[in-house]
């Protein structure tokens, strides 16, 4: 499995992993879905080049990658219809998504720092959202509290911003990434 996977329902899983090779050798990463309560494995995708997948109203949304640019792709539960929601050919690199609403946060590098920025579904526009110059990456959203991890005092540490209480969450060494908050907080 590339990346995380992501909870469709009670007992389903979406995922993104390394496929079998095609009639012409090539392998790619597809989206796959696991149900626990069947204990059946369903690939989803063929010879797509995709990862960081997450479910959110009966909708899944995935990174795909072609000729060394990211772009942004959502289909539906089965990924039978899919379709690009971006149109970047600038050679970014999108690395994890998150959603609330009609707004996808994502965190990408152009040329050498990565940015967190900001997909609004109901228009298309796509904005930097912290436009710093240190590296920000790997937000999450969930209810009121946006989290992510930050590197403006030289380590990379989880900063939150919850209403008007923003303050880092650790203070490490070796540097604090990917955070998740759960459902209760």
């Given at each position: ?12 899983i ?12 090539s392998k790619?990463?597809?989206?796959y879905?696991?149900?626990f ?5 369903e ?9 960081s997948p ?7 949304y995935a990174?795909?990658t072609y000729d060394?640019t990211s772009n942004i792709?959502v289909g539906?539960?089965n990924?039978?219809?899919y ?11 999108i690395?994890?998504?998150s959603?609330?609403?009609s707004m996808?946060i ?5 040329n050498?720092?990565r940015?967190i920025?900001?997909l ?5 526009s ?6 710093n110059?240190w590296?920000t990456?790997d937000p999450y ?9 930050n590197?403006k ?12 209480n923003n303050?880092?969450l650790?203070?490490?060494k070796g ?11």
């Amino acid at each position: 499995v590339k990346t995380a996977a992501s909870w469709v329902n009670d007992s389903l899983i979406v995922y993104a992993k390394i496929s079998k090779p095609n009639k012409y050798g090539s392998k790619f990463f597809d989206l796959y879905s696991y149900d626990f309560v069947e204990k059946k494995q369903e690939r989803l995708t063929h010879d797509l080049r995709l990862y960081s997948p997450i479910s959110y109203d009966n909708k899944i949304y995935a990174i795909n990658t072609y000729d060394g640019t990211s772009n942004i792709i959502v289909g539906n539960e089965n990924f039978s219809e899919y379709e690009q929601l971006t149109n970047f050919n600038n050679g970014i690199q999108i690395f994890s998504l998150s959603i609330k609403d009609s707004m996808i946060i994502f965190d990408a590098v152009e040329n050498h720092d990565r940015k967190i920025y900001s997909l609004n579904l109901d228009d298309n526009s796509i904005k930097i959202r912290d436009n710093n110059t240190w590296d920000t990456r790997d937000p999450y959203i969930e209810g009121n509290k946006y989290i992510y991890s930050n590197d403006k005092y030289g380590i990379f540490n989880l900063y939150l911003e919850e209403d008007n209480n923003n303050r880092y969450l650790t203070n490490v060494k070796g540097g604090a990434f990917m955070p998740h908050i759960s459902k209760n907080g």
